[in-house]
């Protein structure tokens, strides 16, 4: 499966922005999903994973409330939604696909990979 995320962009803190992320194939709808990011001079970091059909979810722990998952699988398609944006979010933000059963939160967990976005807030 090939990922495609969207354009990130520059905002304000306090502000919202909605990233998504577009896969190839017909086997969408096996895989979860799961979105990370990685801020300069740090690992990357599990944000949100989705399970196959979209009825599960888990979030890290810092980020609850604040950001949520979703996903379309008649069109392929994967978000997610940011609120209330602080500057330590600023990272290049990777969407992901696992074909394994478990919505894990380890990078390894997934196969394929995103190019990236960038995501920055400004204070």
């Known amino acids: 499966v090939q990922l495609v995320e969207s354009e990130g962009g520059l905002v304000q803190a306090g502000g919202s922005l909605r990233l998504s992320c577009a896969a190839s194939?017909?086997?969408?709808?096996?895989?979860?999903m799961g979105w990370f990011r990685q801020a300069p001079g740090k690992e990357r970091e599990f944000v949100a994973s989705?399970?196959?059909?979209?009825?599960?979810?888990f979030y890290a722990d810092s980020l609850k409330g604040r950001f949520t998952i979703s996903r379309d699988n008649a069109k392929n398609m994967v978000y997610l939604q940011m609120n209330s944006l602080k500057p330590e979010d600023t990272a290049v933000y990777y969407c992901a696909a696992s074909s394994l059963p478990a919505m894990g939160q380890r990078p390894h967990n997934y196969a394929y990979w995103g190019q990236g976005t960038q995501v920055t807030v400004s204070s």
């Open positions: 989705i399970s196959r059909g979209g009825s599960r979810t």
């Open positions: 194939g017909r086997t969408f709808s096996t895989y979860v």
